[in-house]
């Protein structure tokens, strides 16, 4: 399963940012996806999931209340609406699928996801 995440660039402080994950995968609306960000040197962090359905999301504390992620299965697509970015926000943002069930205190893992994108780097000036 190939994900292409797209989307990111260099902003300033307090501007907003969408990024996108794609796949050709057929079995996408039956994937929890999740967002994770990296700075180099640093452990990848959690940033927001979803449930197959949409029902459902989770967000880090970090991003909460700035952040939305949302997917439109008909088109095999996540998506990541950032908005009020922070230059704390700097990373490179990668999309994943995970095939297995959802569970909140699961799915802020990084390991527990099956597939990984390759990663859009986020740039927040101050």
């Known amino acids: 399963v190939q994900l292409q995440a797209s989307g990111g660039g260099l902003v300033q402080e307090g501007d907003s940012l969408k990024l996108s994950c794609t796949t050709s995968s057929r079995a996408f609306s039956t994937y929890v996806m999740g967002w994770f960000r990296q700075v180099p040197g640093k452990e990848r962090e959690f940033v927001a999931a979803?449930?197959?359905?949409?029902?459902?999301?989770l967000y880090s504390d970090s991003v909460k209340g700035r952040f939305t992620i949302s997917r439109d299965n008909a088109k095999n697509t996540v998506w990541l609406q950032m908005n009020s970015l922070k230059p704390e926000d700097t990373a490179v943002y990668s999309c994943?699928?995970?095939?297995?069930?959802?569970?909140?205190?699961?799915?802020?893992?990084?390991?527990?996801?099956?597939?990984w994108g390759q990663g859009t780097l986020v740039t927040v000036s101050s």
């Open positions: 979803i449930i197959w359905t949409g029902s459902s999301t």
């Open positions: 994943a699928a995970r095939t297995s069930f959802w569970m909140p205190s699961v799915v802020r893992g990084s390991g527990s996801y099956d597939y």
